[in-house]
Structures are given as structure tokens and as C-alpha cells.
T-cell receptor, first 114, second 116 residues
Framework: DQQVKQNSPSLSVQEGRISILNCDYT??????FLWYKKYPAEGPTFLIS?????DKNEDGRFTVFLNKSAKHLSLHIVPSQPGDSAVYFC?????????????FGKGTHLIIQP | EAEVAQSPRYKITEKSQAVAFWCDPI?????LYWYRQILGQGPELLVQ????????DSQLPKDRFSAERLKGVDSTLKIQPAELGDSAMYLC??????????????FGPGTRLTVL
């Protein structure tokens, strides 16, 4: 039972355009969400996060939108750059107790084409 | 810049052998996590430590896996005996504390395990 779903295994976007990566979750206990970026042979790198009390968080070229009623979040990258080519993981957490390991989606491979 | 250190980066072993992975979290980070990432999947939590205590090991296959963080700093994850299905990337992460709204976890480079 996958609690965090990234339904697009890959996404190809032209350089300079907007990249939109989507994520759905099923567990209502999740109250914060994070996006990580991963290059091959490296560990995930934190990009941006959002709490369930917000519907938008922005950091430079990266914006995360959260729709709680739909249990859906998205990451927007504008403008897309060649260095953005990587696998992007959506992750969710529950801050209600001491055990707060993150639940990850399967990832979306973003390819930025010149 | 502070980083999570892991060693070895790559490990090849034969099934039924024992393997061990080491992790040194960012200095001052009380919470340490071990994740396993199978190719094509997202990381899955194996065990979480708060200082030297285990907070969550519900997903750790305890018949063959063990983890310790004796002094509440660095940690070791062991597999004995290794099986073919254990081939994966083993990731260590740390955070300042747990139970916060924004639990930003910092990941190490991982150990790529191949079991032959």
C-alpha cells in the first residue's frame, strides 16, 4: 500500500520552461511534505518543504503547492535549467510522535532538454 | 559545510556473508535514520535513533539486520547473513531533533551493496 505516489516515472521539459512534478498521498496523518533531489550515486538533497498549515512555499526557482482536500502537492521549477536534470522524490512525514521517518514516493526522473 | 559521512561507498559480497555499514551524522544531530533504497523505488525507513535509543525499528528485518548507536553519535548497520534481495543503496540521514514540523533530514552519499 503506497502512501505517497508519484505517478510519472519520468518527465521531459525544455530548458527555460516550467517543470511541474506531482505527488499524491493517502495518509491523513501526514502534516509536512518535502521534496528531495537525487543525482546518481549520491544521497538525496533537500530542496523545499511545506507544512500542512500552508498551501504554498517558495524558494527561488522552486515553489511547492499543497492541496490538502485533494491530498495532492506539486513542485514547480521555473525556469528549468540543465542542472535540474535529476530524480525528484516527494516525501511526507507525521510530526505527531517521536517516530518521524519519512515516507517517500518512487521518484520522477526529470530531464531538461537544451 | 557539515555533511553526513558513510562508508564504504560500495560493497560487493557473496550471499551468506556478513556486511557492515558505518554512518557519522552531522555534528549535534540527535536523530539518525537508516533507509534502504531498492533500484527504481524511493528510500524506505529501516530504523530511527534518538541519541542512542531506538525510536522505530518496525521495518527492520530483525532476523538478519541489526543497528546500533552506542554513544549516540555514529552508527553501524549490520546484515548477517546477506541475501540476494539485500542488494540496494543504504542511506543514512540525520536531523537536529525529531517531532518537529519541518523535519529536514540530511542524507549521506549512501553505500551501494551488491550481493552475489
Amino acid at each position: 500500500d503506497q502512501q505517497v505516489k508519484q505517478n510519472s516515472p519520468s518527465l521531459s521539459v525544455q530548458e527555460g520552461r516550467i517543470s511541474i512534478l506531482n505527488c499524491d498521498y493517502t495518509n491523513s496523518m501526514f502534516d509536512y511534505f518535502l521534496w528531495y533531489k537525487k543525482y546518481p550515486a549520491e544521497g538525496p538533497t533537500f530542496l523545499i518543504s511545506i507544512s500542512s498549515i500552508k498551501d504554498k512555499n517558495e524558494d527561488g526557482r522552486f515553489t511547492v503547492f499543497l492541496n490538502k482536500s485533494a491530498k495532492h502537492l506539486s513542485l514547480h521549477i521555473v525556469p528549468s535549467q540543465p542542472g535540474d536534470s535529476a530524480v525528484y522524490f516527494c516525501a511526507a512525514g507525521d510530526s505527531g510522535g517521536g517516530a518521524d521517518g519519512l515516507t517517500f514516493g518512487k521518484g520522477t526522473h526529470l530531464i531538461i532538454q537544451p | 559545510e557539515a555533511e553526513v559521512a558513510q562508508s564504504p561507498r560500495y560493497k560487493i559480497t557473496e550471499k551468506s556473508q556478513a556486511v557492515a555499514f558505518w554512518c557519522d551524522p552531522i555534528s549535534g544531530h540527535a536523530t539518525l535514520y537508516w533507509y534502504r533504497q531498492i533500484l527504481g523505488q524511493g528510500p524506505e525507513l529501516l530504523v530511527q535513533f534518538q541519541d542512542e535509543s531506538v525510536v522505530d525499528d518496525s521495518q527492520l528485518p530483525k532476523d538478519r539486520f541489526s543497528a546500533e548507536r552506542l554513544k549516540g553519535v555514529d552508527s553501524t548497520l549490520k546484515i548477517q547473513p546477506a541475501e540476494l534481495g539485500d542488494s540496494a543503496m543504504y542511506l543514512c540521514a540525520s536531523s537536529l531533533t525529531s517531532g518537529r514540523s519541518y523535519n529536514e533530514q540530511f542524507f549521506g552519499p549512501g553505500t551501494r551493496l551488491t550481493v552475489l
